[in-house]
Structures are given as structure tokens and as C-alpha cells.
């Protein structure tokens, strides 16, 4: 439309856009202007909900210059560009993070105090965008962080949950869940796009017309529309004008009344259809690493992929490019199977409506799509049934079985009479009924596979993806280390630590090349320095005393080991073995002498993190870990040497005051479980050691910082098969140590045992699935070390900085970079002002 007008017109326009200014007094007349206009407030009801508000909005304003900017010269130049699906974007809290990119907080502080509130107060008045589980809707929000700092052309694509991730809350030591509705008031952070509109239809039926050239193509008709409007969430990149966006989509009903039925009577009618569409984008599922397979679930991954390739393809058309340039203007990154039906959806959009042969249109698909790997659980593997994909979405059914066949004939043809393979291979699961494999539907429909660390990606290579390694050839399958953004995890949420560094290596530059953290390893041994980050780990370790005794009311001391385990809590991260050997702990010190107990090493054991809510030995574990801490915090005997605090609740902003606060995090995963994890790289950078398995990321973490700074344990991901065969056939092992403490447990120590027998059993009765037992003495052993390590105060503290130091590669900017060179072929769009 802008091309539309004249040119004195648009310098009338021009006029009128000009730069905000950032200085304090300027700062103040925007924060109190947003007071009086968009908030209808003023002097005589301000309270701290309302200027956070009033400053969200100003910041916003600031952002808005710059997302306009890039939008519009992306506009213009038309480079090629990537869209991140993802069905989850765990973005945290804006306010902080917008004011250090734009490089304002300190005049907002200032501002914000001459209006007589205190900017720290107005940031906790925020509520966290919490759409999504963990690790990989975390993985999704920094990604997007750092494409949007390193100018990329990149945008995310995802669902407007109106309930993100539920509250926790713990009532007599069980967790329960309440209902997470972050939108209850305004939120400065999203911008609905009411002319942004899609249809999407679900169910109908399958027919058949003549196109425009008069060939035969399928159709789909009738079934049900709902609505998918837009709502931008602008991702402020830092130290650049660009400005990155998220792009979320809430379902609304399409038509907004049946007056059929209201006119004859039936009110409820007419308003169920309106309910329905709107319940579509409701809730994000709580599982973390868990397939749920039901139809609600279906129709949002649909809803979600259709909605984002129209308006992908309808940004594409703009520029009149033929359809075989697609892939040169578009990349789409699909993160985990979520999106996968976006395969047979762009097919089907092809083929059907844009009247491509299937072979042009198979080729288009096939160079646009690559795919994230993010787990080997056999129970989060996505499959849909046959039948709910044909009740639901009946013509992508047929298009995955055309896949499907054109596929597995090729195979056939490279490896003739092995029908083994074909029925391994299959996109679909022979069975009753027949599941649709959406891993391998992925795979098939794209042209790179990642896993994100490399010993996963060394595993999907050896057993999930084996034979397509056979067919494909190795090429199509590589590794992208996931990765961490600075500035949240270092910037922000550890301002002590920022400053150090930063007065330290001369610059700030280290938070957008985090390679140059290892200009403080020639400090290591300097005593001066040491001294100084201890102190900066210490004062960190009392605001999260501070934090837990204002809200949980448990006194932790400062000067003990704080030990922590924070993640979603799943039996392969394995919680309860931790909790486990604290009980053993505790008896270990019950044993001794006072004098004995006076000389040992002090310990806060910190636990943190959700359980779905339908798994119940998950929320056992929880249980267990909060009887556990009862009985112990309340036990004179043991002199205050261990005590332990189950925080409720865990979530983004949370951990950016439990993150800086470690001495020692756990990431003690059964070797070969955890796909790569991300925390663990949070700690290590704000130099926490780690207590972890030969697992995921932690290898690698273990390779970058030097293996004399990470305290590791356990068997190895290639024995596990063996054991759990040997465990299966020819018996469990008891590991003597947790015996007893399993004896303890069943005597009641920790209140009534029947309540803990199903999590017990998982141990015994159950065949230790995730190996406990096995890695129990080993576990119980780097207990010892660690311990005797932290006696060593300097040696200590060089290891803490050897560990920050040696964390450049863990930045989700050389990951994105990466993602960028290998699979998107994708250059950075640099935006001035
Ligand atoms: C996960 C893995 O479990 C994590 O190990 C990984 O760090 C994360 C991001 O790649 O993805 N997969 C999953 O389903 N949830 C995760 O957090």
C-alpha cells in the first residue's frame, strides 16, 4: 500500500516518524503519558501493576521503531528468509530484556525512581509468557533471541495459549496444578493483528474437480472452519535496530453467530460453536517429552502449521517468484515432530490447489522442510492413528500414504526383496489401528535432520534413523549442539557477574561473542580475581537465601553447598535418585559424633521443577523429596549440615535467580536419555560445577571446560542394553547403600511407606528401568568428591571460572549460526536506521 502514495504524502509521513529519545526526563513524559492515555490512570490510583504497565508500554514503543524498520525493509529487499515452527516458546518475562537490549535500562531506573517506584519492584509485576514444557520450548525462545541479535531474516511460528504451563503449587507435600492465565490483564507484549486471518478446515471429505488446465485433482470439502488470527510478539535483538518476531495464532470461531439456531430458540447452540473454536488454542499440553494422543492436540498442530503456510506462501506471492523459487526464499525448521503435518500440508496445497504435478511439487517440499530431532523416548515419539488422521484431516491421510508408497518403492529398488526393511521403514506402523510415524514422516519430507548434542545425534544415527542412513546415505544427517543465549542467562539474570567479566576482558563484547570468556582464564590463579568472583557466587547464593526464606519460610545458610537440580521432573532425569542419596546422606550424618557432624561440609540440596500432571510417579518423586525435607530441615542433630527445599513452581524467571546461585547443579540422566539439555550449559556459564552423566550435553560441556572442572559418573549410554538385558534374565542387583535406604523409607521414617510403594516398586518389582541401582555407588562416591573439592575454597573457585571461561561454544548464537550456514543457507539482513 505504501508504494500507493505520493511522494509529498509520504514525506508527510515521514515527518512525523521520528526516533523516541531515550534520555531520563523523556523516558519519564512517555511512562506517564502511557499512565493517563492507555492505562486511564493517574496520580490519585497508581499502584505497581499499573506502572509496570505504563513502562512495558514505553519500552514497547522503543521496540516498535525498530521492528517496523526491519519489517519494512525485509519488505522491500525480499531476502530469502527461515520461519521457526514451534508448538512452544517459553519466552519468560520482556520488560528486563528489552530495556538491556535497547540499552536503556539505566535511564529507566532513573525514571522510573523520579516517579517514585523502583524499576526492580515493576519487573516482578510480570508475568511469564510460559508457553511451553522445558528445555525445548526454551531451546525455541533463545534461538529466537539470537537470530534476531545476529540479523538473520528469521521469524517463530506457534500457538497464542490463552493457559500456558499450569502453577504449581504444593499442598501437603503433593504437587497441584492450577490454571496459568497469563492474559488476565493487558499484555504490552504481543500486538493482535486483527486483518491477519486464515481459515482452517478440519474433517469433510475427499472429491474430486478439473482444474483450470483441465486436469483431474483432488479437493477437500465440507467438515468444519475455525478462524487463526495473528498476535506479533516482537524479539528485540541485541545491540542491533533489527528486531525479530514471533508470530502466534489464536483460533476464533468463523462465523460469529449461528442465527439459525438462535432464531429458533436453541441460544446454547449457536454459542457452542463459537466455544469450540475458541477452546482450540486454549491450553498447552503439559507434557514434557510424553505423547498425548488426542484429538484436541491433533487439531492444534494442524491449526498451527496450516495457519503459518498460508501466510507464509502469502508473503511468497508477493513478490511473483515461480513456485520452484520457493525453496530459495523459504526455509522451515520444524521443530520436533509437532509441525511435521506442515509436510503433507504444503503438498497438498501444491498439488491440489496451486495444480502442481506431484513429482515439482514433492521436490519444493522436500528442499524447504528440515527437521529437529529433540529426544529418543520411545513415549514421546509422536504417532497418530489411521483413523483419527481420516476423521480429521482426510486428505492429508491419503497424501501420507502417497509419500509413503512412492517412498518405500524407491526403496525397494536399492535394497529389492527386504521386506523387513520396507515394514521397518514405513511411515506407517503396520497394527490395529495403523499409526502414522511422524519422526519418519519428518525425515522423509526434508532435507537435513538434526539431533542437538553430539552423542544424540551419534545415537539417532545408530538406532532411530538407522535404515534411512542406509537409503539417504549419512549426509542428510548432522549434529547441531544446542545452545544457550548469553544475555538472558549471563547479562541479566547475573548483573554481579556481568560487570566482573566485563571490567575484567575490557569490553562488553563477550555477550554477543561469547568466545571471548576465555580472556579470564589467564585469571584463573590470581587471587585478586578469585576473591572477587567468590564474592560474586556468594552474594548470588543470598538472594536465593533471601528468596526462599521470604517465600518458603525455610532458613538456608550461604557458606553450604548449594546443590541443585531444577527440570522438569521425568524418571530418566532421575530426581528420586538424587533425593535417594540425600536420605542416604542424612543417615550418614545421623551415624556420627557431634564433632564428626560439626566438621563435615554444609549442604542445601534445591530441587525445582513440574510433573505432568497425570504422571504419577513423577508427582511420587515429588512427594517423596518434600517428606523427605520435613523430617531432616527439622532435625536439630544433624547441626544444620543438610537441608533441603523443593521450590515451587519452577519457571523462567525463577531460574534466573536459582541459576547464578549453584555450587553444583545435577544432571544425572541415564546415559543415553536426555537429548542434550540446556540448563546444565545455564549453570556451567555462571560458573556452577557440575555433577553429571556421560549424557547429552554434559559430554560435551565436559570437553570445552576441561574434565579435571566436571564431576561425572555412571555407565555409559552403550552399556545400558546390556544391563537392562542382563537385569531382565538373570536378576536385579541391589546396591547395598540403597537398600538401606529404601529399608528406611519402608519403616516409615518419611511418614506413612504405603504412599511411596508404587515409587519403590519402580526399583524392584518394576526392573530399575533407568538404572538407579547400577549407578548408585559411583553417584554416592562424587558426592564424596565434591564435598572434599569444596573444602578447597581456591581450588574451588579457579575451577568455577575455569567453567565460565570455557563456555563459548554453548551460546545459542554460534548454534543459530549453524543452523543458518548448514540447513538454511540463510545470510544475515543487516537493518540501519
Ligand atoms: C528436549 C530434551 O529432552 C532435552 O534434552 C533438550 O535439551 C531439549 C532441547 O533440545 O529438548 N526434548 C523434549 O521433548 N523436551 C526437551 O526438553
Redesign the pocket.
Known sequence: KHEQLSEPTLQTWKKHIVPEKNDPASIESDIVHHTITTLCRGVYNLDKLAMYQATAHSVRDRLLEDWNLTQEALHRENPKRCYYMSMEFLIGRALDNALHCLHVKKNYNQSVDNLGFSLEDLLCEEKDAALGN???GR?AACYMDSAATQDYPTWGYGLRYQYGIFKQMIKDGYQTEMPDYWLNFDNPWEFPRADIRYEVRFHGYVATKINEKGETRMTWEGGDKVQAMAYDVPIPGFDTKGCGNIRLWSSKPLNTFDFDSFNAGDYERSVAEQTAAQNLTSVLYPN??HLVGKELRLKQEYFFVSASLQDIIHRFKRAKCPWKDFPDKVAVQMN?THPTLAVPELQRILVDIEGLEWDDAWDIVTRTFAFTN??VLPE?LECWSVPMMEKILPRHMQIIYDINLFFLQKVEKVFVGDRDLLKRISIIEEGSPQQVRMAFLAVVGSHTVNG?AALHSDLIRKHLFNDFIKYYGPDKFINIT?GITPRRWLYQANPDLRDLITTTLGSEDWATKLDLLKGLKKFADDTKFQSQWAAVKYKNKERLAFWIKANMGITVNPDALFDIQVKRIHEYKRQYMNILSVIYRYQSLKKMSAEDISQQVPRVVIFGGKAAPGYYIAKLVIKLINSAAQVINNDKSIQDMLKVVFIPDYNVSLAEIIVPASDISQHISTAGT?????SNMKFVLNGGLILGTVD?ANIEIGEQIGAENIFMFGVLSDEVEDIRHNQKYHGLFMDPSLQVVIDSIQAGQFGDPSIFGPLINTLTYGGDYYLISVDFKSYLQKHTEVDETYRDKKSWVKKSIMCTAGMGFFSSDRAVCEYADKIWKLKPFKVEA
Open positions: 522445558g528445555g525445548l531451546l514434557d517429552n520436533d529433540h529426544t514421546a542437538v544446542n536426555e537429548a542434550s539439555g540446556t547429552g
